[in-house]
């Protein structure tokens, strides 16, 4: 890291600041648009550190999401989403290259893990469209043939991402540390001064890793991948449930929501014919009554690798769902539109079709014990 190598090579505690202010706040696109910086200093960079660890190569839009496919130093594929609701622009991002994990409907599972990203490289995710949304800015104010009000410290808030969702590619806690140290990046004022409430990271519910985090004292929102209110359902749809199943998720995340005072996000990925009948309400009503939660129902996004026994299902049984739990259970929930269907960015779909066959990873498990769920892959 750069803010590393200028304390290495002797430069005073404003110069790193100077440099981090550049390129967190003004979102520089390159070390020599650092004006603050000597001529000097600024060859220097450019000799001897990379400005970027991503790489672009294709940018896709459309209404109200883009996604972008960023090609790592090893030559490896990720991606990365920005959506914009209302004027808020929120980027979902990935933490790792793959995922482990296999729910049966999700793309990035049938991948297989091929390896965790670096702290920077989750980041810089973020930095991407902050400078694509700086752009648009730039770009607009010509249009209206106004003077731009930039100012780093303080940039309009139409010009920078607000908020931040792990669920991109990968299971963040099984990139524990790296995902942590990116989230103090996010968070830090002088950096990208994005608040903890928010953040969300999405876990399938690694209880290890849930208690981690309790302890750090970071308090950003949880979602949890539910997918199921039964334990015989959810092993099927979900392996890692075999590993830690609901009888040992509830309880941890009871402890979350008593730390944070803030409920929990409970994705539930709506399988036709396999999770949306009546009954999978009623037993959702029962697990999740008398709890802080939110229940978002996110219609399965077809993936052809995932098979054809897995379907859409119809927006009816939803709301029958939907009435069941509120009427019945006091439970709110909340169907969640599908942004980027047609960009291939929604939910689930990051696998990246780009990536070559030997880049295939594995499908690791818990339970064998060759993947460790807190530590480094
Ligand atoms: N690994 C984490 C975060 C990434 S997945 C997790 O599982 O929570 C982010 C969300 O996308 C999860 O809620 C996941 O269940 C959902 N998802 C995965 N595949 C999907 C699909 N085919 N259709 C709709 N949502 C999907
Ligand atoms: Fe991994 Fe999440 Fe996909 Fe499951 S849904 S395979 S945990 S990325």
């Known amino acids: 890291m750069f803010s590393k190598y200028l304390e290495e090579t002797g430069q005073k505690k404003f110069r790193i600041n100077q440099v981090n202010q550049a390129i967190f706040r003004d979102l520089v696109s390159g070390f020599s648009e650092i004006t603050t910086l000597s001529e000097h200093l600024r060859k220097d960079l450019n000799e001897n550190q990379k400005f970027s660890v991503l790489q672009k ?3 896709v839009r459309s209404k109200d999401t883009e996604k972008i496919l960023f090609k790592t130093e090893d030559g490896k594929f990720i991606e990365s989403v920005l959506m914009r609701h209302k004027g808020r622009k929120t980027a979902c991002i990935s933490s790792q290259i793959g995922c482990p994990a296999g729910c049966v409907f ?3 599972g049938k991948m297989g893990i091929i390896r965790n990203l670096t702290d920077r490289e989750i980041y810089e995710q973020v930095l991407y469209w902050n400078r694509v949304l700086k752009d648009e800015y730039f770009a607009e104010c010509e249009k209206k043939g106004e003077e731009p009000k930039w100012n780093g410290k303080n940039p309009p808030h139409e010009a920078r991402v607000r908020n931040i969702v792990f669920m991109g590619m990968g299971e963040p806690m099984f990139n524990y540390e790296n995902v942590i140290s990116a989230i103090k990046f996010l968070n830090d004022d002088k950096k990208f001064g994005i608040g903890v409430r928010h953040i969300t990271l999405s876990t399938v519910g690694i209880v290890p890793g849930i208690e981690k985090l309790l302890e750090e004292g970071l308090l950003i929102n949880l979602a949890f991948s539910l997918h199921a209110a039964t334990n015989e359902l959810r092993d099927e749809l979900v392996p890692m449930n075999k590993t830690y199943n609901l009888d040992m998720l509830m309880p941890v995340l009871d402890k979350y929501t008593k730390k944070t005072g803030r409920r929990i996000f409970y994705e539930y990925v709506v399988l036709k014919g396999k999770n949306d009948r009546p009954q999978d309400a009623h037993d959702l009503g029962k697990l999740l009554q008398h709890r802080m939660a939110h229940l978002n129902f996110i219609p399965y996004n077809v993936n052809p690798e995932c098979g054809d026994d897995l379907i859409t299902p119809d927006e009816p049984e939803m709301r029958i769902m939907q009435n069941i739990l509120l009427n019945e259970y006091d439970v709110p929930s909340t169907i969640r539109m599908t942004m980027g269907d047609d960009v291939d960015a929604a939910c689930g779909q990051l696998a990246n079709k ?23 892959a």
């Open 354 to 376: 780009e990536d070559k066959p030997e880049n295939k990873g594995k499908i690791l498990s818990v339970s064998e014990g060759n993947f460790d769920p807190t530590g480094q």
């Open 57 to 59: 190569t294709k940018h």
């Open 106 to 108: 999700c793309a990035t």
